[in-house]
């Protein structure tokens, strides 16, 4: 996620299917019927966030759609390819790089229905009107190249899709469901990373779909409640889940897990103490070193200069601002 103009890190083929072979799903498969398509998240352009596939008796659920056009084809094409239609898309939350995909993918598949928080609806009145109004100004500077202009055209046009980005089924508490023939659990959470992050667990693979309530190279804590992202984490962990699946990265054991949130923890303690910046941030790298691969390491490092001094340390009207009321420490 890129700062922007220092308000935003934005939000940062196959054969036919048979009743006795069922066709695998383009992608990484991570466990029976689950596949990961990974997002892009690379220094200097917009993510997409990670994108999971469960396979059901009756089609496919689809959870995080991604930001880019490139992105939400794959996850059509796939469903195509295997002949299976998409019949839920499961949004973690309403940042773009993980929900401005599911206008295509309704296109494609008009009767998929929509399980996400309705955290969306001020989002849009709020953080990402600002952001759409932000990218208007950027356009109008006279010094916007053509392929800048073009870039925050297509934001813009992803944030006036906000109808189809909408649930349909909204999630207001966690819930078991059935989707699309497969039994999931749908957890709820309210004050950590976007003021309504929806995880999936698929109980017959022991698979957690975390959203982004896990991401490498770092938490990503624009719109996040630190302290109630925290205690998130320590509710995730005694599900007795065998992988996750972050919102951004790969997929990691139960043992990866409670490593990044040891360093989660130390990285909120050691910015809450009078310690250098420059310590906390070596202190996150050496923690995660064996959860970030080396070629993001330039890119946790330059994330981490932000979120510390102008996120973590930054006056409590800022670092709480995302806090919902009577959870703010």
């Not at 940062?12 to 990484?28: D, F, K």
């Not at 649930?167 to 966690?174: I, K, L, N």
């Not at 302290?227 to 995730?236: I, M, P, S, T």
Request: net charge negative; with cysteine.
């Amino acid at each position: 996620m890129r700062l922007l103009n220092g308000l935003l890190v934005s939000l940062l083929a196959g054969c036919a299917t048979t009743a006795s072979t069922p066709v695998a799903l383009p992608g990484e498969a991570v466990a029976n019927g689950v596949t990961l398509i990974r997002g892009v998240f690379v220094p200097g352009a917009q993510p997409d966030g990670n994108t999971v596939l469960l396979r059901g008796s009756k089609g496919l659920v689809v959870i995080d759609s991604g930001r880019h056009a490139a992105h939400a084809t794959r996850i059509i094409e796939a469903a195509r390819d295997s002949e299976l239609p998409v019949i839920a898309i499961v949004n973690t939350h309403w940042h773009l790089d993980h929900v401005a995909g599911n206008a295509a993918l309704r296109e494609a598949f008009p009767q998929a229905e929509v399980y996400a928080s309705n955290a969306i609806d001020d989002a849009l009145s709020g953080f990402l009107a600002d952001y759409r109004k932000q990218l208007q100004d950027l356009i109008g500077r006279a010094d916007a190249t053509p392929e800048n202009v073009a870039t925050w055209r297509a934001e813009i046009a992803r944030i006036d899709a906000g109808a189809q980005l909408r649930p349909t089924h909204p999630v207001a508490a966690s819930q078991d469901r059935l989707l699309a023939g497969r039994s999931v659990h749908l957890g709820l959470e309210d004050n950590a990373v976007s003021g309504g992050d929806v995880w999936l667990y698929d109980k017959a693979t022991r698979t957690l779909v975390a959203g982004d309530l896990v991401t490498l190279p770092v938490p990503l804590f624009d719109t996040a409640c630190s302290e109630g992202w925290q205690q998130a984490l320590a509710r995730l962990d005694p599900i007795g889940f065998s992988r996750l699946l972050p919102g951004h990265g790969a997929p990691m054991d139960h043992v990866q897990f409670r490593m990044y949130r040891d360093g989660f923890d130390r990285l909120l303690a050691c910015a809450a103490s009078d310690a250098p910046d420059a310590t906390c941030k070596a202190g996150w790298l050496r923690d995660a070193a064996t959860l970030i691969s080396q070629q993001d390491t330039a890119l946790a490092s330059s994330l981490l200069d932000y979120y510390i001094p102008q996120v973590l340390r930054a006056p409590p009207e800022r670092r709480t601002r995302y806090c919902r009321k009577g959870n703010v420490p």
